[in-house]
């Protein structure tokens, strides 16, 4: 079901008992609730829970660097491949690699890359507005000006009133929606429902259920001891 951010926010309204569901929105509330629904995106990811959407990068590699900063954050890694005249090669995540036979860091030779180490840190992109991404490292190190094509899940940024929800899955709609009533609940003190807060209750435990923190830790590469997100990370062997 596609649906645009601002109907969410309204429906968390009528949900909450604050907008009658035959009312236009005021604007606001429509400030208020797309402010409120950011947060909530934005909280979740310190819990783990990180909404992603898939996107294809076209990334031009040059000669002699190995090390990319993209935007935005990095979910996970899905398919790549590498391109070089006529001819293209597939790039594996190293995530999937034999980490115990492959130490990046002693990775000084060239040639074409086929392993690619997409960073679980975010880098800080524009100190001003915030902006965030991630940080890819390609091995070998291109010794030509390839272009390397991946298919990645990123993590949801910040959304506006008219942005489309279509780029993350259905089922994170309804838990988004009753978390951002229960959170507008308590921002214009309405009173929330048994019933509401029961069903409130399940979705955010099934939620929380099927994103565990990762906890797994490659003891053979200490380059690898950061934790992956989930649901969509690899573990380690």
Avoid: H
Wanted: glycine share 6%; proline share 4%; aromatic share 12%.
């Amino acid at each position: 079901m596609t649906m645009i951010a601002g109907t969410l926010v309204r429906r968390s309204y009528v949900l909450a008992g604050i907008v009658d569901v035959m009312d236009e929105l005021e604007s606001y509330y429509a400030i208020e609730g797309i402010n409120s629904l950011n947060e909530i995106i934005s909280s979740w990811g310190g819990l783990g829970i990180y909404i992603p959407y898939e996107s294809t990068l076209t990334l031009p590699l040059q000669v002699g660097v190995s090390e990319y900063i993209v935007t935005p954050v990095i979910a996970q890694f899905l398919k790549g491949n590498i391109k070089y005249g006529e001819n293209i090669s597939a790039v594996t995540d190293l995530r999937q690699a034999n980490l115990k036979q492959y130490n990046l860091f002693s990775n000084t030779f060239s040639g074409i890359p086929s392993l690619v180490y997409i960073s679980g840190e975010k880098v800080v992109v524009n100190a001003q507005t915030g902006e965030l991404g991630s940080k890819l490292i390609f091995a070998p190190t291109p010794s030509s000006n390839y272009t390397a094509t991946i298919t990645l899940k990123y993590v949801l940024d910040r959304v506006s009133l008219t942005d489309q929800l279509n780029q993350f899955p259905d089922y994170y709609q309804k838990p988004l929606e009753f978390q951002l009533a229960k959170d507008l609940s308590l921002r214009f003190k309405t009173k929330m429902s048994d019933l509401f807060m029961d069903e409130y209750t399940k979705i955010m435990d099934n939620l929380m259920a099927s994103n565990p923190i990762d906890m797994t830790v490659n003891v053979y590469n200490e380059f690898y001891s950061n934790r992956a997100f989930k649901p969509w990370n690899s573990y380690a062997n």
